[in-house]
């Protein structure tokens, strides 16, 4: 149901594919027409999101609230959380965290085989560079972390559809 997709070319995230950084993405479908704006809300308010926001709040004094995902999805608000809206498009959302080192990608894409809406999401990591080499390159922590970020990322995804899928009933 949720499955790693290429990023498209035209995503605001393609920019940090590449050049010694990361990027992923995951995609599903769902049955229904849905918003950017619902897709935006119902991701930063599932159940799992607001555990991180949590630990967000506990760990580096950013607090969030589910009101505040809804002025986000809907453009009134430019930070949420740890995060700052980096770029938007009308079907694209790309944050970026307070320390300028990883991006949060959302985007929908409206199929048009019976009322079928494709969630993406993604993360990208922005490289170090190496003081003495001039490279650039991701960290050992990055690289550490990542198993435990590819179930979630998928997990995130998922728990954003079944809030969307529950809107619907």
């Known amino acids: 149901m949720i499955a790693p997709q290429p990023l498209p070319q035209f995503s605001l ?19 229904g027409s849905f918003s950017q704006a ?10 799992l999101f607001k555990l991180e926001r949590a630990i967000l709040k506990w760990l ?18 430019d930070r949420f959380a740890a995060w700052t809206v980096e770029a938007s498009a009308p079907n694209q959302l790309l944050m970026c965290d307070f320390l300028g080192k990883t991006r949060s990608w959302l ?10 809406t494709r ?4 993360t990208g990591i922005v490289p170090r560079t190496h003081r003495k080499t ?6 050992l922590g990055f690289w550490l972390l990542l198993g435990f970020h590819k179930p979630y ?9 079944s809030r969307l899928i529950a809107s619907q009933a």
């Open 38 to 47: 619902e897709y935006v809300a119902a991701f930063y308010t599932t159940w």
């Open 153 to 161: 990322a998928r997990a995130l995804l998922a728990a954003a559809r």
């Open 119 to 122: 969630l993406y999401f993604g």
């Open 13 to 31: 995230l393609a920019r940090y594919a590449g050049t010694g950084g990361y990027a992923d993405c995951y995609a599903t479908d769902l049955p």
């Open 134 to 139: 001039g490279r650039r390159r991701l960290s």
């Open 107 to 116: 985007m929908i894409e409206p199929k048009h085989d019976g009322g079928v």
């Open 60 to 77: 580096v004094a950013k607090p969030s609230s589910d009101d505040e995902a809804g002025k986000l999805a809907r453009g009134e608000r």
